[in-house]
Structure formats: structure tokens, C-alpha cells
């Protein structure tokens, strides 16, 4: 079937929604939380900002000793960074500006 292994196909890329109907203010966080959380859940990301996935090593050791990057840390780094994006991209600039210093998505989900 075209349409589910489409849909499938889709849901492995965890894509989120290029915008939200609501941008976080300093009044909406219930509201900015209730859209959100189920769109990062739905691209199965909220372990990263919740914290319960944690960042693999950034370098393994092959069996000749010598060290090289980790691809699993590639792949961390690079979920992560895109949803920290997303986060940022789903606030109003205040908000957004007060959490420029935020590094990874748990952190800017911490603060906000």
C-alpha cells in the first residue's frame, strides 16, 4: 500500500510541522505547551528535551585503538539541534531572544 508505506516513511524521518498556530509569549504557556508537546511526541523527540535519551559519546574506539566519531552522536546531535531549532522557530522573539544561551532542546524546554 503507496499510502502507508508513505505515511511510514515519513514518520521515521521525525519531521515536525514547519510552524505552530501559536507562538510562545509571556502569557501562553499552557496553551503553547498543550500544541506542541503532541506534535514532539508524535515524532517520537521528546525523549531528547525531556532528557531521557541521553547524548552518546561523541567518539568510539575501533578494535585497532584508534578513536573516531560516533555515528550514534551524529545522529544525537543532529535530532536535537533540529528540534531546539523547531522550539525556537515556535516562539515569539522575546521569549526567544531570553533563550539564546540554550544549547540543547532539554535545556531550552527546562527554561521556557
Request: hydrophobic share 35%; net charge negative.
Amino acid at each position: 500500500d503507496p499510502i502507508m508505506s508513505s505515511a511510514a516513511t515519513t514518520n521515521q524521518k521525525n519531521e515536525l510541522p514547519t510552524t505552530v498556530s501559536v507562538k510562545l509569549d509571556r502569557d501562553n504557556y499552557p496553551l503553547w505547551k498543550s500544541l506542541v508537546l503532541p506534535l514532539i511526541r508524535g515524532c517520537k523527540l521528546d525523549s531528547y528535551m525531556l532528557g531521557t535519551k541521553e547524548c552518546p559519546d561523541q567518539f568510539v574506539t575501533t578494535n585497532d585503538t584508534t578513536k573516531k566519531i560516533n555515528p550514534e552522536y551524529e545522529e544525537w546531535i543532529a535530532r536535537d539541534q533540529a528540534l531546539l531549532g523547531w522550539l525556537r522557530n515556535s516562539m515569539a522573539i522575546d521569549v526567544a531572544t531570553q533563550l539564546l544561551h540554550c544549547e540543547t532542546s532539554k535545556e531550552i524546554w527546562d527554561e521556557a
